[in-house]
């Protein structure tokens, strides 16, 4: 263990170990009912649960047996409400373990070391690289993009909490901390019903006003002072992107009219940051022939938020330009006093503009292939036969549009909502600016047509071709459309009216890749060894055409959803995979665990800049992998891919996950807009299933399958051929690799099979079981065999042991919850249905969802 991860490791336990243990014994004295004995006995549950789980009991036994030892008088429904009450106090004490980490979170990571801002100025000073900074900061940035995607379980009130809580934690305030702990107990976790896409928007955008808005100010300033030659005016270097109210792929709750009023709110929350941001440098900006500019500035602001017939008259530069004529009456005129406080409010004005967050707008191929269908034939815009046509017909159609379409003649709500949609897009450029809703996403995407269906959408409501000021980025998630779209983007780049339009916007092309859809759909290794495959091709065919291409990466949280160690990906692309952007999704959990507080904001922020720009000027050939090291790991892809479909198509794959997981009551959350299937219908099928609801349920179940399975036969097979020394070698030599086994450790560290260990023999289940468990065993000894490690995340001791002991604090919530859905599975059998007994079991399922989910704090 190297010195700064031993500092680290000794931080995490004073400030965060040694606290949790001092702040939750005052849990106990709180003056909540019977709180006192439900903390009592559930440290005697986890007692039995670690116990019980050694002598190989199932959580049906430990229960029974913890009932019948410390609450012998207690019946069924007395025992339900018992385990209510424990699903409520552990869910206080995963907030109270979140707080501790986000208070000492600059005490335990070391933010000017590897990775940071700082480091990298040392880095390009030694090596005498501040012409080439300059030439990659002319195009590098980072982007953003907060999305809805349902994996944060806490309401904003307690969001809200944690805050304050962390605040008064590292100002070691006990009687604060003592207050917040009281309205903890009394706020409700549970969400009764499900928020609106507009609420989602509201939540998000408070981590805009209360974190990124700081925090990206801080990073352009530090950049600004230390390279003031290398900062491009026209390149903000960071941007934000939104979801909520723009993402309709599979939510018939997202409308044009939704998409606006987000819009608008986004419009009014970044023009309020500025009008506060303007008042307090009144305060400070106190000198001669600076009062009007200001007060003029703080009227201008306010009126634009606050009095009605305002909006439109608000442009950016109303705001730069007196900012700029105040910046240099200060430095000529005032000993440059406070200049630092003004620079920082013009670098953020450069960075979100009067729009906060870019609004991206996504739909569903297959959506926009029906309402062409319904256009052709119910107007005269498209062609009769239009149906009938091939695809390069249909192409030609498509952009020979010269006619306007009525979205009122399409009858489907979200077929007109779609088409209505690219309307709305015009009106939020006319107010917030072109950047504020520039980019069209198509999920599914699966050919050249598909694309440009939705240039005909735009068409079709009044657009021009040569004058559409939107970026139309198709989404290649399967492990076939993965393949395919090299060969999409040829057929694509080749067409002149494409290319025409691509010429009009900078000649840049934005490909999503998501990794959630390909995980689900190939397994672990192959998803991102297929994303990378796909890269290197997507990047040789721009080249070939002399487009400029941008990833923009569909990740989620956990390893299996492409988080993890992100920013240590980007840091290893090598030469052969464009690099002139990183720009990736922000999801649930991961918004409040990697981005919660300014400070962890900077420095995640910090991480990927880094990487991006480290990429550019410090790669070397030896960063990209060779022929023969992109041969093995194809070979490793293919061999998982094998084990993985293997596993996926078992007879039993789903009724298993169905009835032992909790993913058939993930919907009845209430934490997102979002329908947990694509398609509606009773039955389960794994098409339609979304990928978040897929790997939270892999992750509730503590196995984790979407993170680690395949992995250990491919090691193994490998081993056969005689190649692991080959392998090691590659682990030791490509940071690619590395990160892709380091993440894996990561999944498989949040795995726990005793809990599930009594389906070992079950007549059903037993056999799909017995093949999950054997595939991690095999995985755990070939991964560690492989970095030479005793133990899973060894090199990660302050993650390794935040992991143990958030798991220890949900083990009595997993044993609960399968106890539940054995009891639930039990009455099911009996064809008991309308007992309200069993809906409290249903209810107490759903509840321990949200402990288990948020102590994972990246597992869905």
């Not at 309205?183 to 928007?201: N, R, S, V």
């Not at 990487?611 to 022929?627: H, V, Y």
């Not at 492989?786 to 935040?802: A, C, F, H, I, K």
Request: contains cysteine; neutral net charge.
């Amino acid at each position: 263990m190297d010195h700064q991860s031993s500092r680290g490791l000794q931080q995490f336990k004073n400030y965060v170990g040694i606290k949790f243990q001092l702040y939750n014994s005052l849990f106990t004295s709180l003056p909540f009912h019977r709180i006192e004995k439900t903390g009592i006995l559930l440290s005697l549950l986890l007692s039995d649960c670690e116990d019980g789980y050694k002598k190989k009991q199932s959580p049906v036994e430990i229960l029974d047996e913890f009932f019948a030892k410390h609450t012998a008088h207690l019946n069924e429904r007395e025992r339900l409400d018992l385990m209510f009450r424990f699903v409520q106090y552990t869910e206080r004490q995963v907030v109270l373990f979140d707080a501790l980490e986000d208070a000492s979170f600059r005490d335990i990571n070391d933010v000017n070391g590897a990775g940071s801002l700082k480091h990298l100025e040392s880095e390009i000073l030694q090596s005498g690289k501040r012409q080439e900074l300059a030439e990659t900061l002319k195009n590098f940035a980072i982007r953003l993009v907060l999305t809805a995607h349902p994996t944060q379980f806490y309401p904003g009130s307690v969001l809200g909490i944690i805050n304050d809580l962390s605040k008064s934690l590292s100002d070691n305030n006990a009687s604060q901390v003592h207050l917040l702990l009281q309205q903890l107990g009394k706020t409700p976790f549970f969400k009764h019903i499900k928020p609106t896409p507009y609420d989602e928007a509201v939540s998000l955008i408070w981590y805009l006003e209360n974190v990124f808005y700081a925090a990206s100010g801080r990073i352009i300033n530090f950049l600004k002072n230390q390279f003031p030659e290398a900062l491009p005016a026209d390149n903000p270097i960071i941007t934000m992107g939104f979801w909520p109210g723009g993402d309709r792929d599979g939510n018939p709750n997202v409308t044009s009219d939704i998409t606006l009023q987000v819009a608008e709110a986004l419009r009014v929350s970044i023009i309020r940051c500025y009008y506060l941001d303007v008042r307090r440098l009144k305060r400070r900006i106190t000198f001669k022939g600076t009062e009007t500019i200001l007060a003029d500035l703080e009227k201008t602001l306010y009126n634009n938020i606050f009095i009605p017939g305002h909006r439109t008259e608000l442009k950016k530069e109303d705001i730069i330009d007196p900012l700029n004529k105040l910046r240099e009456i200060i430095i000529y005129q005032h000993n440059s006093l406070f200049l630092e406080s003004l620079e920082n409010l013009i670098s953020k004005v450069s960075v979100f503009g009067l729009y906060f967050a870019s609004l991206d707008i996504r739909q569903e191929s297959t959506v926009h292939t029906k309402v062409m269908n319904v256009i052709a034939a119910q107007t005269d815009a498209l062609p009769d036969n239009y149906t009938k046509l091939t695809d390069t017909e249909k192409i030609n159609a498509l952009l020979a549009i010269t006619k306007k379409a009525d979205p009122e003649i399409i009858e489907d709500p979200v077929m007109r909502d779609t088409l209505k949609s690219t309307g709305a897009v015009k009106e939020i450029q006319e107010y917030n600016g072109e950047d504020g809703c520039s980019r069209y996403i198509i999920s599914q995407c699966n050919s050249a047509l598909n694309v440009i269906e939705v240039f005909g959408l735009f068409l079709l409501n009044g657009w021009k071709k040569e004058s559409l000021t939107v970026d139309i980025i198709p989404l290649f998630e399967t492990i076939d459309d993965l393949q395919a779209a090299s060969e999409i983007m040829r057929v694509l780049y080749e067409n002149k009216d494409y290319r025409a339009h691509l010429h009009k916007r900078n000649n840049k092309q934005t490909i999503m890749v998501g990794f959630s859809d390909g995980t689900k759909d190939g397994g672990y290794f192959m998803a991102n060894w297929g994303i990378y495959k796909a890269k290197e091709q997507l990047t040789s065919i721009s080249k070939q055409y002399n487009v400029d291409v941008v990833f923009f990466d569909g990740r989620g949280g956990p390893p299996a959803r492409g988080g993890g160690k992100t920013h240590k990906f980007y840091a290893s692309m090598g030469k052969n995979i464009s690099n002139k952007e990183i720009q990736l999704t922000v999801q649930g959990q991961t918004v409040s665990s990697n981005f919660g507080t300014i400070d962890s904001a900077q420095f995640n922020m910090e991480q990927l800049l880094n990487a991006g720009i480290s990429n550019d000027l410090f790669s070397t050939q030896s960063t990209t992998l060779d022929a023969d090291e992109e041969n093995l790991l194809q070979l490793l892809a293919d061999e998982s891919f094998k084990a993985y479909m293997d596993l996926k198509n078992h007879p039993d794959f789903i009724s298993y996950l169905a009835h032992i997981s909790p993913l058939r009551f993930y919907a009845e959350t209430n934490i997102g807009s979002r329908p947990a299937k694509r398609a509606g219908g009773a039955k389960l099928n794994l098409k339609d299933l979304r990928a978040i609801p897929f790997v939270g349920a892999w992750s509730q179940l503590k196995q984790n399958v979407t993170g680690f399975y395949g992995v250990g036969t491919a090691l193994k097979q490998l081993e056969k051929q005689g190649r692991f020394n080959a392998l090691r070698r590659l682990y030791k030599e490509s940071l690619f690799f590395k990160t892709l086994m380091d993440n894996c450790e990561m999944a498989m560290k949040k795995t726990y099979f005793p809990l599930t260990e009594y389906l070992s023999n079950h007549p059903v289940y037993g056999e799909i079981w017995n093949k999950i468990n054997a595939e991690y065993e095999l995985t755990k000894r070939y991964v560690l065999q492989l970095s030479g490690n005793t133990e899973l995340m060894e090199d990660y001791p302050v993650e390794q042991l935040s992991i143990q002991m958030r798991e220890r604090i949900v083990l009595p919530l997993v044993t609960i919850q399968q106890y539940a859905m054995s009891m639930m599975r039990v009455m099911e059998e009996k064809q008991i249905t309308n007992d309200p007994i069993k809906d409290n079991y249903e209810k107490i399922v759903i509840r321990c969802s949200f402990g288990i989910i948020n102590a994972g704090r990246n597992s869905a």
